[in-house]
């Protein structure tokens, strides 16, 4: 059990599953869905030009959003959008990464790849957000951080790194969603949270199935045979704790109705935000570390004790390597 | 070119030819020049066991974790099973990751150091080397240390997946921590580092310095040149090019690297000798 969970009483070892009507619908076991699309079936569906994108899910999610503008640096980035929003009377901060339904609205949007300025918007919203007391909700909708030379001359790595550490001590709840593609530290720099959640045909991965069957199968045709080893759909996701719960898509797919879609995310987020509030500042701080401390998955045979073996020197270990 | 030989007359394990200014250099006096070439400066990597030589003061390296050893979190399978990758590169390096850690004394001030080799699996970040410099991180704030890390990475390592992007988080998580506790770190990146490992804790030092000519960047070559479609500038992504854009605060050639590292946690220690954070 989670330490968040124990300091919500959200999860009662002893009853049952152990979930309180809250949570009820989310699926927390990948037992709980009725069916298993195949991981490349998940990268399909959560690529989905129809599926629902942020603003537009924030705009059937929330009752009022006033969008902000800007990282007061360098310029307005479309792919990250983010503002204040109401949901049933509770002012949040929301920030998103917005990919298009079009391709030109896709063009427009940089097809969801954030540049280093809109990081650092999404920062300033994160400081806005704390500074006010106020939740901080974000969903995480892209193919990755744009990898383009404009993005490296302006700090590409700096602006996530920033982003992934002001998230990490943030004074105040955060939920992230996962609507679509989940990539690697362009996601991640919105994605840590308190809780997170994922669309059940989200996918999130360390690169893109394309890009890691080019690296190791050195042929991106191989990409489903990737998208399969790389564990990247949303119920492995919750096997491996990378996320917290799935929330249900209709049965077509959240592409086939998108009202349907936001309502059950505004169940999810209505839910989470009422447990969260209950929990402390410092408890919430401690258990957001747990959270991510937790991702080990390292043995370690023998014991810690033994004493370490003397250093061999670098002039050594040459020598040695000329005379073998 | 001494003697007008050519190139492959030159035993290998005797003579290495420098990228940079194809210059025949004798190993044993590369080595002695910390494999800095003796003409043209061109820096050639370093192990990490070499680079905690280089560093620390003379005998007060004690390593820690040095029995941690990757799972296997995905069960990862390409055209060979992922733990047969780690037992191989094991065999290969006599290492058991691509990071070591552990506690020294540097110019005199307490440290925890934790240096990367790229020799084992490109440097690539899993769960041992989030593991390792978490605890690294926590270490020095429990004992109120200075944190050096030396980075030299390809980036997250693609065999664990999303437990590898994890890392990230849970590593800057142990980060923030430590600088509330106004703790120092210093981020020393060398060639290369890319990736994860430079969108998350290389990037973020109080002081960050870069050894001459590394590569620098978030993405990979063909990554960045395919989106543009056209070759990039020469020296795009170098130390020089982010200390030109303000990314870094210093390009520190090998051989001074230490005497700089020491003077700047010796001034953040005597600026800080209430907070204590000096053994």
Redesign the interface.
Same mark, same amino acid.
């Given at each position: 059990m989670s330490m968040l969970d124990r300091l919500t009483g959200t999860k009662r070892t002893v009853d049952g599953n152990g979930h309180l009507p809250v949570d009820a619908n989310l699926i927390t076991e990948p037992a709980q869905l009725a069916s298993r699309a195949s991981p490349w079936e998940a990268v399909q569906a959560a690529r989905n030009i129809q599926r629902p994108h942020t603003l537009e899910v924030i705009g059937r999610v929330f009752d009022r959003f006033h969008e902000l503008h800007g990282d007061r640096g360098f310029r307005d980035d479309p792919a990250i959008v983010g503002g204040i929003a109401d949901l049933d009377g509770r002012p949040v901060v929301v920030v998103g990464e917005q990919k298009g339904a079009s391709t030109e609205e896709n063009i427009a949007r940089n097809f969801g790849m954030p540049h280093p300025e809109g990081y650092r918007k999404a920062m300033r919203l994160y400081r806005l957000a704390e500074k006010f007391h106020l939740p901080l909700i974000t969903f995480v909708d892209t193919p990755g951080?744009?990898?383009?030379?404009e993005?490296?001359?302006?700090?590409?790595?700096?602006a996530?790194?920033?982003s992934?550490?002001l998230?990490?001590?943030l004074q105040t709840p955060i939920v992230v969603v996962i609507l679509g593609e989940g990539g690697?530290?362009g996601a991640?720099a919105l994605?840590?949270g308190d809780v997170v959640l994922a669309l059940q045909n989200a996918i999130?991965?360390?690169?893109s199935p394309e890009?890691?069957a080019a690296?190791?199968?050195r042929s991106p045709a191989e990409a489903e045979r990737?998208a399969k080893?790389?564990?990247?759909s949303g119920p492995d996701?919750l096997e491996?704790g990378?996320v917290d719960a799935l929330i249900p898509e209709p049965a077509g797919g959240a592409h086939t109705d998108h009202e349907a879609t936001a309502t059950a995310i505004r169940t999810a987020l209505a839910a989470q935000l009422a447990k969260l509030e209950r929990v402390p500042a410092a408890d919430l701080m401690s258990a957001?570390?747990e959270r991510?401390?937790a991702?080990?998955?390292?043995?370690?045979?023998?014991?810690?004790a033994?004493p370490?073996?003397p250093?061999?020197?670098?002039?050594g270990?040459?020598?040695k390597?000329?005379t073998s | 070119m001494p003697f007008g030989r050519k190139p492959n007359e030159f035993p290998s394990?005797?003579w290495t030819q420098c990228p940079n200014c194809n210059e025949m250099l004798f190993?044993?006096q590369l080595?002695?020049n910390l494999n800095v070439c003796t003409k043209c400066e061109h820096h050639f990597r370093?192990?990490a066991?070499?680079r905690?030589?280089?560093l620390v003061d003379k005998g007060s390296?004690?390593?820690?974790?040095?029995? $941690?050893? &990757?799972?296997d979190? /995905?069960g990862?399978?390409?055209?060979k099973p992922y733990p047969e990758r780690i037992a191989a590169a094991q065999a290969k390096s006599g290492e058991k990751d691509a990071i070591i850690t552990?506690e020294a004394t540097l110019g005199e001030n307490p440290v925890i150091l934790a240096v990367m080799d790229f020799e084992f699996m490109g440097g690539s970040m899993?769960?041992?080397v989030?593991?390792k410099i978490?605890r690294a991180a926590e270490r020095a704030l429990a004992e109120r240390r200075a944190l050096v890390i030396v980075s030299a990475s390809g980036g997250?390592r693609?065999?664990?997946?999303?437990?590898?992007?994890?890392?990230?988080?849970?590593i800057?998580?142990?980060?923030?921590?430590l600088d509330?506790a106004r703790l120092p770190y210093v981020s020393v990146i060398t060639d290369p580092t890319t990736?994860?490992v $430079?969108? &998350?804790?290389?990037? /973020?030092g109080d002081i960050i310095v870069a050894e001459p000519g590394a590569l620098i960047?978030?993405?990979g070559e063909r990554?960045?040149s395919g989106?543009?479609g056209e070759k990039?500038p020469t020296g795009?992504?170098k130390a020089e090019f982010l200390l030109e854009?303000?990314?870094i605060d210093q390009i520190v050639p090998r051989p001074h690297l230490r005497e700089r590292l020491a003077f700047f946690l010796t001034a953040f220690r005597a600026a800080s000798q209430d907070l204590r954070w000096s053994l």
């Open positions: 951080a744009y990898p383009g030379p993005g490296e001359e302006r700090g590409q790595a700096e996530i790194a920033q992934i550490l998230m990490a001590r690697s530290g991640l994605g840590v999130y991965s360390v690169i890009g890691c690296i190791l199968w990737a080893a790389m564990r990247l996701l491996l990378v957001r570390y991510f401390r991702f080990g998955a390292s043995a370690e045979p023998g014991t810690a033994s370490p073996p250093p061999e020197s670098w002039f270990r040459l020598v390597r000329m | 394990h005797l190993n044993k080595a002695r370093l192990g066991r070499e905690i030589e280089l390296f004690h390593e820690h974790d040095a029995t $941690l050893t &990757s799972g979190p /995905l990862f399978t390409d055209s552990g899993g769960a041992v989030g593991e978490t997250a693609m065999q664990e997946g999303t437990i590898a992007l994890m890392q990230m988080a849970k800057l998580g142990a980060l923030a921590r509330q990736g994860g $430079l969108a &998350s804790f290389a990037s /973020l960047r978030f993405s990554v960045t989106t543009v990039l795009f992504g854009r303000g990314f």
